[in-house]
């Protein structure tokens, strides 16, 4: 319903809110602002979807607040598989509370990376080793939970490809024979992941043994030799 020069989406998990771009772009760059005057949002949104009528249909490059973290996936999730589509590791947000914060989303499909920024901070970055297979050109916003978000303000621009917030996602050096690992932060580290337990990863790199907390470890991935 509209109320207030608003557009409401009444309900629980699921109300969607969508928008189709025009001439299909492979990159784009997101503003808006967010709030949720019940706490911290519960939101999530599908980029490059094919389907603006299912959010758990179709295929999307996705990323969701829910429970203080940011989470990006992949759709669709291929269950008979055991994959559950994530990218990544899971990233705080900063406190938001019911104020008001400015959105930056840069999502890109070649290749396949979203970027995020909060208030002009840049918090967190996510690459898919596996391209999509279908995308649209359609955006949608989902309702991840009862309290409500209210989005204005909102602005998307076609991109180049180059994300201009945070930093890039680093490219894997010619010749690498080692892990090449990415932090949450977008540091990364080249060596050879010697064992992992406790939460914790022993990398022996070229100064030495050194341990790394797997929740500050966003991805790590063998270079092609």
Do not use: Y
């Not at 490809?161 to 890039?168: C, E, L, V």
Request: proline share 7%; charged share 20%.
């Amino acid at each position: 319903m509209i109320k207030n020069n608003a557009a409401i989406c009444p309900g629980g998990n699921g109300a969607l809110l969508d928008r189709k771009l025009p001439e299909n772009p492979q990159a784009i760059r997101m503003d808006f602002d967010l709030r949720s005057p019940q706490g911290n949002p519960q939101i999530g949104f599908r980029l490059f979807t094919d389907n603006l009528t299912n959010h758990r249909a179709g295929h999307s490059l996705d990323l969701t607040f829910r429970k203080g973290k940011a989470t990006a996936k992949r759709q669709p999730i291929d269950q008979d598989a055991g994959q559950n589509g994530r990218i990544g590791k899971s990233i705080p947000l900063p406190a938001l509370g019911k104020r008001a914060a400015h959105i930056t989303i840069h999502a890109s499909l070649r290749p396949a990376q979203l970027h995020l920024a909060i208030n002009g901070q840049h918090i967190g970055s996510w690459e898919s080793e596996q391209p999509l297979e279908k995308f649209g050109a359609g955006i949608l916003f989902v309702q991840r939970g009862k309290q409500p978000a209210r989005i204005k303000n909102l602005v998307i621009r076609n991109s180049s490809g180059h994300s201009p917030i945070g930093r890039q996602l680093p490219k894997l050096p010619a010749g690498l024979k080692q892990n090449h690992i990415i932090f949450t932060n977008g540091d990364h580290i080249d060596g050879e992941i010697k064992e992992i337990t406790k939460g914790i990863a022993i990398c022996k790199s070229s100064f030495g043994d050194i341990k790394l907390p797997l929740a500050k470890i966003q991805l790590a991935r063998k270079a092609l030799l």
